[in-house]
């Protein structure tokens, strides 16, 4: 029988805040264990919530780029359960009132675009860290990231392969990292996924029974974690056995996904409003103020590319990976007003070299206005495309500007047509039998030439005007 | 019966408490004329009444994203039943 | 008159005068405690050597003319507000160890205002009970008579004020816990409206109906202890941005033309008989004064007590969840994981009243009963505000008895929860509809044991409940009845 997965995610996002959601302890990753804390996130007891504006305003951002619709109310919750790494022994979460739902965002398959609705997303505070001890049966707790503000974005069940589920992960990985609300580091648990996943009958309209996937920390766990249960699923299906409700856990070494049975509690969250914190209701100057501040999303600039600079959709989905290299990459399009050289230059070389060094496209050492000003002299016959070759990576090396190194290495190209002709001439005359071949009809020759005459420019010719006047001489004496 | 002897024992360990045997009778009883108590809620015409989180309707209290100064870790941890270096230490959770 | 005797406004005027200095009040203080603090029991922990430090700075601010409102005046505080190095138990074995990193706000603008702290007082463990019995730090006696309950939560706090142990305290009131106190123990307690004293560094009971006041000797004194500690705080999100009135300008303003209401759902059968007549007295002392009484109806009275006994257990099934042994406080030996450390930790930190509550609300909030028990609860909370808000049509301020009967004997209702619930009867609604209310002196039964009668005015009308305690007050002249210790 073909079955269908049934696929929907919930993903964490850590705001990029400077202070935590409920109290003014900084953000940052990696400070000493139990440093960014203070009575508020340590729970201390007489300690109160007071909500980060700025928390507010990212989510907003997030809603409106997900199309989703911003409730007029929302509030806070108790999610109360017991663990060391809760200090309060309740999350401060949203629960019956988030700030939005309703949205969704457009992925691109090889059958063509395809729409995954999002249930919801809501603000919450993290959790703290557990360090299991290997030798002694103690664990150790460092809460510097309880009250870190996340957003969790919750999907519908509209994903129905492993490759759809990781092009829905990437959209809102790049979505977070355009709107500068989230780093989007994987490993450091900035952003982070769990799966619901199910399989039924091809067809079939009811749900099959589902697990919960945690505990995959790359893109490429997602993908490979949802495959193995797909396929686990498929065989406790076909053998006749039913899939028991529960949530697994990927393990990345073995390369499957473990039951938590018996690890696992039975729920009962015991939700309430927290009285602590009041209702925080967005008005419509607030979504239009935010939404002005909104930049241009990754689609919407990748479709803009492609209709003013002409650029095929794979260039444009290239550039518009990160929105420091699309501006990278507009802003040499726009100084050299050659669109398409500026694409393949940055595609090319610089994308290149970034690679070869693991380099962020914000640390290059090349300037946009240093690349447009190379595109133009290539364009106005200053220098040759084979000349670029060799001064972009000089460029790269020392960050110095083209001109410069034109300079300093003497490289500008002789577009001096009396000089090239002299050149030529003399050329033809130490190469008499060359010449007669060609013009008896040999024009194989014609290549010869062209090396000479390079050879005697070391290369600095230019090499259209190189060809007129060789055909010009050839065929007139 | 509103509550069952189970059913304390249910609710107690989700409060993560404890009783003896003879506490949790004593407290089955208890609870029970402590509900049967509260029965009496539902005499109340509650129809279309939104339910009330706070006494006095406030909204939008917000403070502004900035840092201040956290407590050091030995303040942090000054009254930590136990502690190891810059952490708290609990017993491990047995699978 | 000794010096622990008087009030902050009489302290004041020698203080002024410079007849006496803070050391001189603080000694005459602890000379008091020490006589009779050992029957009456109404501290936790006492912060002597702490108290004359301060003493002695504010005798230097005195001599330089830099007096404030409460420089040099012996305060005490509930222990469930946060003192910043100062043991804060809450009256519970699981925070019998705890030292506060930080200092409540309450705290800090007393501090301000140049108030000298004396101690932390006694109180029903997390605030849960209405007799100080539940403390893990034994019992407090009412000062009127040692084999009686003070009252509670805040009993300790009541007891010091009752007994001259300090010039006044602060307390906090969830269902009657400063009121009933009060009432009990002959002096004024207030619950200010919820939103107007910061709770930040309050230990949190029930969060939705928690509020700090003070206990003082008289309104005047209650007056100025609420210029000193009402205010907008930004560290709580439901503390309420409006300005505060200067309190003591409503003392000698009279209630000529007040109409008073008389909720007839509040007398009803089980009334101590000697507390319906104090009411009848206190009822024609107010219209001696100008004031009309009329009767008024809150119809969802009766449900006040249900409500309360969810809400109240659930916020704090939730608000005790913290005390897990792994960041402060009690944690229990010899535990072999996890989980037993928790329940260990808790079952034997907390006493039987706080597992009593918090078994109530986690019931309340558990799936599948959450809509028939915190919903519904809520609900009928809406339509109990809505009584008030239907009666401030019709009067000015609401006149009932503090309390259904007078201070009861210590083990009396201990073992019977229901019993010892109804003893915050009157008091209660107040809560839930964040209302402020006030409990003065208004009689004594046969046996001389306190009554108070209770003041209850709409939100934010605290300066009208000072008017006319204050015009009650000197009507009923009461002051110079003490208890005899």
């Keep these: 029988m073909a079955y269908e997965p049934v696929i929907g995610l919930e993903i964490h996002a850590q705001l990029l805040t400077k202070s935590k959601i409920f109290c003014s302890c900084s953000t940052l990753f990696g400070a000493e264990p139990n440093t960014h804390t203070c009575a508020i996130c340590l729970g201390m007891p007489g300690v109160l919530p007071v909500l980060n504006r700025t928390v507010v305003e990212y989510t907003i951002k997030m809603a409106l780029a997900t199309n989703c619709a911003i409730n007029e109310s929302c509030n806070f919750a108790r999610k109360n359960y017991f663990y060391p790494d809760l200090p309060k022994g309740y999350q401060i979460s949203q629960y019956a009132q988030p700030l939005s739902e309703h949205g969704y965002v457009d992925i691109e398959q090889n059958e063509g675009k395809k729409r995954i609705g999002i249930t919801r997303i809501h603000m919450e505070e993290d959790a703290g860290k557990m360090i299991h001890d290997e030798h002694l049966p103690s664990s150790y707790i460092d809460l510097n990231r309880t009250g870190v503000p996340l957003i969790e974005i919750v999907s519908e069940p509209d994903m129905r392969s492993s490759e759809e589920a990781s092009a829905y992960l990437k959209r809102l990985h790049e979505i977070l990292v355009y709107l500068e609300i989230c780093d989007g580091n994987m490993e450091e648990g900035s952003f982070r996924c769990d799966a619901n996943v199910s399989i039924r009958p091809r067809g079939e309209n009811a749900f099959g029974t589902r697990t919960e996937l945690k505990n995959m920390n790359s893109f490429r766990n997602v993908q490979r974690a949802l495959d193995y249960e797909i396929k686990r699923q498929q065989y406790i299906l076909e053998s006749g056995q039913a899939v028991i409700q529960e949530t697994r856990l990927w393990d990345d070494s073995q390369g499957v996904t473990l039951s938590m049975r018996g690890k696992e509690e039975a729920h009962d969250y015991r939700y309430f409003p927290d009285p602590d914190l009041v209702p925080i209701v967005i008005d419509e100057s607030w979504v239009a103020e935010v939404r002005k501040n909104l930049p241009e999303l990754p689609l919407a600039k990748r479709e803009r590319f492609m209709r003013d600079y002409q650029l095929p959709s794979y260039d444009a989905g290239v550039l518009t990976s990160s929105r420091v290299l699309a501006d990278y990459f507009e802003d040499v399009a726009n100084l050299s007003g050659k669109p398409k050289a500026a694409s393949n230059w940055v595609m090319g070389d610089i994308l290149r070299f970034l690679n070869e060094e693991k380099r962020d496209i914000k640390d290059c050492p090349i300037l946009p206005q240093s690349l447009a000003e190379m595109i133009q002299l290539i364009e106005n016959g200053t220098i040759s495309g084979k000349m670029a070759k060799d001064i972009i990576e000089e460029m790269y090396r020392t960050g110095k500007p083209p001109t410069t190194i034109i300079e300093e290495k003497g490289m500008v190209q002789i577009t001096d047509e009396a000089a090239l002709a002299k050149t030529i001439a003399e050329i033809l005359a130490a190469n008499t039998a060359q010449v007669e071949q060609y013009r008896g009809g040999k024009e194989k020759v014609f290549g010869y030439f062209v090396g000479q005459v390079m050879k005697a420019t070391k290369g600095k010719a230019n090499p259209q005007l190189i060809n007129d006047l060789l055909k010009k001489m050839l065929t007139a004496s | ?95 | 008159m000794e010096l622990h005797q008087l009030t902050i406004h009489e302290l004041q005027k020698l203080i002024r005068s410079k007849e006496v200095n803070s050391s001189d009040i603080v000694k005459s203080v602890f000379k008091r405690i020490d006589a009779v603090e050992g029957s009456v029991h109404a501290y936790i922990t006492l912060m002597k050597e702490h108290a004359f430090e301060e003493a002695a700075k504010a005798d230097r601010c005195i001599r330089e003319g830099n007096i404030r409102a409460l420089t040099g005046i012996p305060v005490a505080l509930k222990d469930i507000v946060c003192t910043k190095g100062f043991l804060t138990t809450c009256g519970s074995r699981i925070l019998h160890n705890f030292i506060p990193p930080y200092d409540a706000t309450v705290v800090e603008k007393l501090k301000e205002a140049g108030a000298v702290f004396t101690g932390k007082t006694n109180m029903d463990e997390f605030a849960m009970g209405s007799s100080t019995e539940t403390s893990y730090f034994g019992i407090t006696k009412n000062p009127w008579a040692l084999d009686r309950i003070p009252g509670g939560s805040s009993g300790g706090s009541a007891a010091a004020v009752a007994a001259d142990l300090c010039i006044a305290s602060i307390g906090s009131d969830t269902g009657g816990s400063i009121r009933q106190p009060a009432a009990l123990c002959g002096v004024v307690g207030m619950k200010p409206t919820y939103g107007r004293v910061s709770r930040y560094g309050l230990i949190a009971f029930a969060s939705s109906l928690d509020q700090i006041g003070p206990f003082t000797k008289d309104v005047e004194d209650c007056a100025i202890m609420m210029n000193v500690i009402a205010g907008h705080d930004p560290r709580e999100s439901t503390s309420v941005p409006l300005d505060v009135p200067d309190y003591t300008a409503f003392l000698s303003r009279g209630i000529d033309g007040f109409k008073v209401g008389i909720p007839k759902e509040y007398f009803i059968e089980g009334i101590d008989p000697e507390i319906t007549e104090a009411m009848r007295g206190a009822m024609k002392a107010i219209e001696g004064l100008g004031a009309t009484c009329v009767e008024i109806s809150l119809p969802h009275t009766e449900y006040c007590l249900a409500v309360y006994y969810i809400i109240a257990p659930a916020e704090a099934s939730s608000n005790l969840a913290r005390y897990d042994g792994v960041k402060y406080g009690f944690r229990a030996d010899d535990c072999k994981d996890l989980l037993d450390m928790y329940k260990k930790t808790r079952s034997a930190g907390f006493g039987a009243e706080v597992k009593r509550r918090i078994m109530i609300g986690t019931y309340a909030l558990s799936s599948g009963y959450y809509d028939a028990y915190y919903k519904k609860a809520s609900q009928v909370r809406a339509l109990i505000k809505r009584d008030f808000e239907e009666a401030w049509k019709h009067c000015d301020v609401i006149l009932t008895p503090t309390t259904p009967t007078p201070a009861f004997k210590i083990g009396e209702k201990i073992d019977d929860p229901l019993q010892m619930y109804l003893s915050d009867i009157f008091t209660i609604s107040t809560n839930l509809a964040g209302i402020p209310g006030i409990s003065v002196p208004c009689g004594f039964t046969r046996q001389g044991l306190p009554i108070g009668a209770q003041f209850l005015a709409g939100h934010f009308e605290e300066g009208k409940l000072i008017q006319i305690a204050a015009a009650f007050e000197k009507q009923a002249n009461l002051k110079q009845r003490r208890p005899n210790l």
């Design chain 2, 1 to 95: 019966m509103k509550i069952t002897k189970e059913e304390v024992e249910y609710v107690a360990h989700l409060a993560r408490l404890d009783f003896r045997e003879e506490e949790k009778v004593k407290f089955t009883s208890q609870l029970n004329d402590i509900l049967m108590y509260m029965d009496k809620l539902n005499e109340a015409d509650t129809a279309g009444i939104e339910p009330m989180s706070h006494a006095i309707a406030l909204q939008n209290a917000f403070r502004e994203d900035t840092v201040k100064d956290s407590l050091s870790h030995e303040l942090s941890l000054s009254n930590a039943p136990e502690a190891r270096g810059p952490f708290f230490r609990v017993p491990k959770v047995i699978e």
